[in-house]
């Protein structure tokens, strides 16, 4: 929520004969992840609230709340950020996906290849066009300021045996969210898709209600989902963990435009700690898996493209389905052919 205080100019300025105005008005920004001082989110919020708070020189103050104290789960801290009551709120795309369907674009799955391709989309023209139409779905309330990550990339990880090719994961029972495109994936690779609440997972997995999962490492470890018995992961990577960062439209339109220059720039060391986060904590978490006897499997490029093959009705059922899924779609691609285009370019030059 937007406050604005005020308060009388420092004695010493004054003496110093400083031409300070009378009074300086402050504001403060509330924050809130539904996760945990461990999570790559409040990594995010902690540049963010140092970088704004140093740059508008303790004119803008950031208040952190982790968990659910102001904020149970997607659509409430949404519906917070749109009348007020919360100023910044960061949603995975299946949490934001009830207000905004189009946002499960990110959940496609094999279109960004690699970390140096996510990281140059996100931080692009399609983030803004993104930006644009949850405003305008939104009745200019609620604004998306940018992407990160929460969690590095979406691999399958299951109870039963090493995935290698599509034809293994057919017929497992897999947990997804609620959302529907990760439900359209595991029914074309012919899994069984199996809604279950994250906290409820690791008895899932234990007592067989599914048998796998779509997660990052870090994700797995720090649920220690191979003591309910899951001991195998494929690196498929089939979707980037985007982090969507909103932000309370009316606060930042009724910040003056220095102070809007403050908090963007904050968004952007916001997201570049998201993107550094996981990478850095992926290393531990692969170590304890594989010294805890699990299977790591990576995908050779043929077996990859094989499963980019079996999930090419996940883009037709978007397109068709999804409102604003076209454009959407359309715009992710575009922004990936550019993304790669420039990539190859920059990696020839350094392979001079």
């Given at each position: 929520?937007?406050?604005?205080?005020?308060?009388?100019?420092g004695?010493?300025a004054?003496?110093?004969?400083?031409?300070?105005?009378?009074?300086?008005?402050?504001?403060?920004l509330?924050?809130?992840?539904?996760?945990?001082?461990?999570?790559?989110?409040?990594?995010g919020?902690q540049?963010?609230?140092?970088?704004?708070?140093?740059?508008?020189?303790?004119?803008?103050?950031?208040e952190?709340?982790?968990?659910?104290?102001?904020?149970?789960?997607?659509?409430?801290?949404?519906?917070g950020?749109?009348?007020?009551s919360?100023?910044?709120?960061?949603?995975?795309?299946?949490?934001?996906?009830?207000?905004?369907?189009?946002?499960?674009?990110?959940?496609?799955?094999?279109?960004?290849?690699d970390?140096?391709?996510?990281?140059?989309v996100?931080?692009g023209?399609f983030?803004?066009?993104?930006?644009?139409?949850?405003?305008?779905?939104?009745?200019?309330?609620i604004?998306?300021?940018?992407?990160?990550?929460?969690?590095?990339?979406?691999?399958?990880?299951?109870?039963?045996?090493?995935?290698?090719?599509?034809?293994?994961?057919?017929?497992?029972?897999?947990?997804?969210?609620v959302?529907?495109?990760?439900?359209?994936?595991?029914?074309?690779?012919?899994?069984?898709?199996?809604?279950i609440?994250w906290?409820e997972?690791?008895?899932?997995?234990?007592?067989?209600?599914?048998?796998?999962?779509?997660?990052?490492?870090t994700?797995?470890m720090?649920?220690?989902?191979?003591?309910?018995?899951?001991?195998?992961?494929?690196?498929?990577?089939?979707?980037?963990?985007?982090?969507?960062?909103?932000?309370?439209?009316?606060?930042?339109?009724?910040?003056?435009?220095d102070?809007?220059?403050?908090?963007?720039?904050?968004?952007?060391?916001?997201?570049?700690?998201?993107?550094?986060?996981p990478?850095?904590?992926?290393?531990?978490?692969?170590?304890?898996?594989?010294?805890?006897?699990?299977d790591?499997?990576?995908?050779?490029?043929?077996?990859?493209?094989?499963?980019?093959?079996?999930?090419?009705?996940?883009?037709?059922?978007?397109?068709?389905?999804?409102?604003?899924?076209?454009?959407i779609?359309?715009a992710?691609?575009?922004?990936v052919a550019?993304?790669?285009?420039?990539?190859?370019?920059?990696r020839a030059a350094?392979?001079?």
């Amino acid at each position: 929520m937007l406050t604005n205080t005020f308060k009388a100019a420092g004695l010493a300025a004054l003496l110093a004969g400083t031409a300070l105005p009378a009074t300086a008005q402050e504001y403060t920004l509330r924050a809130t992840a539904n996760s945990n001082e461990a999570d790559e989110d409040y990594d995010g919020l902690q540049a963010f609230k140092s970088h704004v708070e140093a740059a508008s020189n303790g004119a803008i103050a950031v208040e952190i709340f982790m968990g659910t104290q102001l904020c149970s789960n997607g659509a409430e801290c949404l519906q917070g950020v749109a009348d007020g009551s919360i100023d910044i709120y960061i949603s995975t795309s299946g949490g934001a996906s009830g207000l905004f369907p189009y946002v499960q674009v990110l959940d496609l799955p094999y279109v960004m290849a690699d970390d140096r391709i996510a990281e140059a989309v996100l931080s692009g023209d399609f983030t803004r066009t993104m930006r644009d139409m949850a405003l305008e779905d939104s009745g200019d309330s609620i604004r998306l300021m940018t992407i990160g990550n929460t969690g590095g990339w979406r691999n399958f990880a299951n109870t039963q045996r090493r995935i290698a090719a599509p034809a293994d994961i057919e017929g497992l029972k897999i947990r997804t969210v609620v959302a529907d495109l990760p439900q359209e994936l595991v029914r074309a690779l012919g899994a069984s898709p199996t809604p279950i609440p994250w906290p409820e997972l690791f008895t899932s997995l234990q007592t067989g209600v599914v048998e796998g999962t779509k997660n990052g490492i870090t994700d797995i470890m720090s649920m220690k989902f191979p003591d309910a018995g899951l001991q195998y992961v494929t690196l498929d990577g089939h979707a980037y963990m985007g982090a969507l960062w909103w932000m309370s439209n009316q606060t930042f339109q009724e910040l003056p435009d220095d102070m809007k220059r403050v908090v963007v720039d904050g968004f952007y060391q916001l997201q570049q700690a998201t993107f550094a986060s996981p990478k850095r904590k992926s290393i531990q978490a692969y170590e304890d898996f594989v010294a805890g006897g699990g299977d790591l499997y990576v995908p050779t490029p043929e077996e990859k493209a094989a499963f980019a093959e079996a999930a090419q009705p996940v883009y037709e059922w978007f397109t068709a389905n999804v409102e604003g899924g076209q454009e959407i779609y359309d715009a992710l691609t575009a922004a990936v052919a550019e993304a790669e285009t420039e990539l190859e370019a920059v990696r020839a030059a350094d392979m001079e």
